[in-house]
C-alpha cells in the first residue's frame, strides 16, 4: 500500500501543481472543474446511488450547473459562496447531532443537495482565488496541509479529548490544536512576506484560525456521509489514496470559506 501510495503521488502532486499555478482562466477553470466533477461523481454514491449510471448523470447534472455559473457569470459572484458559507453552517448542525438528526438528511435526494452547497462553492472559491492571484491559492493549500500535518502529529502525541468520536473516533481536540499552531506559523509567514502591516496582519490570523476551523468541517462531513454508507474510501480512483474527495475534503470547506473572508483583505 505505501509503494503503491508513493508512486501515485509522484505522477500526481505534479499534474496537479502545474495545473493549480501555471493555468490561469478558462482553462484553469476547467482544470478544476474537473477535480470537482470527479468528486461529484463520488459524491452520487455517497448519497446512495451506486448505479454507474446514476453517478455519471450526477456528474453530468453538476456540469450543466457550472458551464450555467460560468456563462451567466456567476462564477465571479460572491452568492456561490455564501450559499456555500450557510450550507456549511447546517453541515455542522448535522455533524454535532450525529446520529440523531441523520433524518433530516439522510434521503439520497438530500445528500444530493447537500453535494451541491459543497462541492459547486468550492469550484467558484477556487476560480476567484486564481483571480486574486496565485499567491493567495497557495496559502489556502498550504493552510489545509498545515492544519491535517499539524492536527496528524500533535494527536498521535498528546491525543486524549475526542472531537466527533461518533463520526471520527481518530481526531481529537488536541490535533486540532496542533493544527491552529501549524497555520499561525504558516500565516506569520504570510505577513511578513507580503508585508502586509498590523492591521492587515491580524485580520489574516482571524481568518486563518476561523478557516482552519471550518477545515476541519471539511474531513468530518466525508466521514459521516462513509459511516453511513458502510464504506472506506469515496472511491479508488487514487491508488493507495482513495477518491478524489478523500484528498480534498477539507478543501471543500476551506477554499470557499477562505475566497469569502480573504476577499476582505
Not at 79 to 100: E, F, K, R
Not at 125 to 143: E, I
Request: net charge positive; proline share 3%; hydrophobic share 60%.
Amino acid at each position: 500500500m505505501l509503494k503503491q501510495r508513493i508512486i501515485t503521488a509522484l505522477w500526481l502532486a505534479p499534474l496537479v501543481l502545474l495545473g493549480l499555478f501555471w493555468l490561469d482562466g478558462g482553462a484553469f477553470a476547467l482544470f478544476t472543474a474537473v477535480i470537482v466533477l470527479l468528486a461529484s461523481w463520488e459524491w452520487v454514491n455517497l448519497a446512495g446511488l451506486e448505479a454507474q449510471r446514476q453517478r455519471l448523470l450526477g456528474a453530468a447534472g453538476m456540469a450543466l450547473l457550472m458551464l450555467l455559473l460560468w456563462f451567466s457569470g456567476a462564477v465571479h459572484s460572491a452568492w456561490p459562496l455564501w450559499l456555500g458559507a450557510l450550507g456549511w453552517l447546517a453541515n455542522l448542525y448535522w455533524i454535532i447531532h450525529y446520529p440523531d438528526k441523520g433524518a433530516q438528511w439522510q434521503a439520497s435526494s438530500r445528500r444530493l443537495a447537500m453535494g451541491l452547497w459543497v462541492l459547486l462553492p468550492c469550484w467558484v472559491g477556487f476560480v476567484a482565488l486564481r483571480d486574486s492571484g496565485a499567491v493567495w491559492l497557495l496559502f489556502v493549500l498550504l493552510l489545509v496541509w498545515c492544519a491535517d500535518t499539524g492536527a496528524y502529529f500533535a494527536g498521535r502525541a498528546f491525543g486524549r479529548r475526542k472531537l466527533a468520536p461518533r463520526v471520527s473516533p481518530g481526531k481529537s481536540w488536541e490535533g486540532v490544536a496542533g493544527g491552529l499552531v501549524a497555520t499561525t506559523l504558516l500565516a506569520l509567514v504570510f505577513v511578513f512576506w507580503q508585508s502586509l502591516g498590523l492591521g492587515l496582519g491580524l485580520a489574516l490570523l482571524v481568518i486563518t484560525w476561523l478557516v482552519t476551523l471550518i477545515s476541519v468541517l471539511g474531513d468530518l462531513l466525508e466521514s459521516m456521509l462513509k459511516r453511513h454508507r458502510g464504506i472506506k474510501d469515496s472511491s479508488a480512483l487514487l491508488p493507495g489514496h482513495g477518491g478524489v474527495l478523500d484528498r480534498i475534503d477539507s478543501l471543500t470547506a476551506a477554499v470557499p470559506w477562505f475566497a469569502l473572508l480573504g476577499g476582505w483583505l
